[in-house]
T-cell receptor, first 116, second 114 residues
Framework: AQKVTQTQTSISVVEKTTVTMDCVYE???????LFWYKQTASGEIVFLIR??????ENATVGHYSLNFQKPKSSIGLIITATQIEDSAVYFCAMRGASSGSWQLIFGSGTQLTVMP | GPKVLQIPSHQIIDMGQMVTLNCDPV?????FYWYKQILGQQMEFLVN????????KSKLFKDQFSVERPDGSYFTLKIQPTALEDSAVYFC????????????FGPGTRLTVL
């Protein structure tokens, strides 16, 4: 079965610090894509960053980066220099490439609160 | 970034009525999706649509659900008849391609079935 698990329900940090959010996944696919999205308080869902399973280099976009550990089926999101406006719910998601499935499978989300 | 629009933002209807949720995807995108999110939970895939056809649907996509995109206009999700358990936020998404292509989400339609 394909599954995405985020065990951290909520995290609080002080602004300008670095935070890491965990995500592990299960898949039968030999090739797959991993995504992180955030959902703001207004409900808006924003795409942040993607990791392709065949790439060894960790993806980086702005102050978001990934810690991809393929043997552990783990894709952590790292946010450096956090800002108040980073407060949101962060969802990890996966999509298979070889199974022919089109759907994104989401984790349950991690609520990040950035405090002044 | 690219914007997906959804109309209406909130819909309240009585159980058993029909409802149509509308989505205006990113203009050059070819793949369209609907997801359902019950309050406080993760989003769950309902269906995806490409080239006028349903390509994949989940167990949540009941027989009462249907999707279409007539003449390249709104991509719609119709529920007929609605049930209490259909109350949720429905998100539309679109992507340029499949596989690696990220899906861009609309702001959601909150459906309340009384």
């Amino acid at each position: 079965a394909q599954k995405v698990t985020q065990t951290q329900t909520s995290i609080s940090v002080v602004e300008k610090t670095t935070v890491t959010m965990d995500c592990v996944y299960e898949t039968r696919d030999s090739s797959y894509f991993l995504f992180w999205y955030k959902q703001t308080a207004s409900g808006e869902i924003v795409f942040l960053i993607r990791q392709d399973s065949y790439k060894k280099e960790n993806a980086t976009v702005g102050h978001y980066s990934l810690n991809f550990q393929k043997p552990k089926s783990s894709i952590g999101l790292i946010i450096t220099a956090t800002q108040i406006e980073d407060s949101a719910v962060y969802f990890c998601a996966m999509r298979g490439a070889s199974s022919g499935s089109w759907q994104l499978i989401f984790g349950s989300g991690t609520q990040l609160t950035v405090m002044p | 970034g690219p914007k997906v629009l959804q109309i209406p933002s909130h819909q309240i209807i009585d159980m058993g009525q029909m409802v149509t949720l509308n989505c205006d995807p990113v203009s050059n995108h070819l793949y369209f999706y609907w997801y359902k999110q019950i309050l406080g939970q993760q989003m769950e895939f309902l269906v995806n649509f490409y080239n006028g056809k349903v390509m994949e649907k989940s167990k949540l996509f009941k027989d009462q659900f249907s999707v279409e995109r007539p003449d390249g206009s709104y991509f719609t999700l119709k529920i007929q008849p609605t049930a209490l358990e259909d109350s949720a936020v429905y998100f539309c998404a679109s992507s340029l391609g499949q596989g690696y292509a990220e899906q861009f989400f609309g702001p959601g339609t909150r459906l309340t079935v009384l």
